[in-house]
């Protein structure tokens, strides 16, 4: 298995505001993000970088969130990827579909884009950022 980058996330939206909202707000973190727009490019995207975490849309044009993370799973290269579904539905079905394809967290839309950012950290087993308010 390839080598992860603790601090590496790529984000796969068809949402052009939601990728550069959450890619900036990743880096004032800390984290090194890249953002995908295609999907049908994420997962060759995803092999290049060797993130430990990819942020994925549910629903986007060709490739759903879903076939990503399935992808993801059946390639040893990109197996140990954590997946996070971070999508506008919040129904069961995609819910329980979402982690049946093998994500580790299922995150509905709208969201605090500090909370967000601590659940990925938890999800990293990453101390939280210091300097930050209690």
Do not use: N
Not at 102 to 130: F, H, M, N, Q, W
């Amino acid at each position: 298995m390839s080598v992860r980058h603790p601090h590496r996330i790529v984000i796969v939206d068809d949402d052009a505001i939601v990728r550069e909202s959450l890619r900036l707000c990743l880096e004032q973190d800390g984290f090194e993000a890249t953002a995908v727009g295609d999907a049908e490019r994420a997962v060759e995207v995803i092999r290049a970088e060797k993130p430990a975490l990819a942020v994925l849309d549910l629903y986007m044009p060709g490739l759903d969130g879903r076939e990503i993370a399935r992808a993801l799973k059946a390639d040893p290269e990109t197996a140990g990827v954590a997946v996070v579904f971070f999508t506008a539905s919040s129904e069961a079905v995609d819910v329980v579909t979402g982690l049946d394809a093998g994500a580790v967290e299922y995150i509905a839309k709208p969201i605090d884009a500090e909370l967000l950012v601590s659940k990925i950290r938890a999800i990293l087993k990453l101390p939280p950022k210091t300097g930050k308010k209690a």
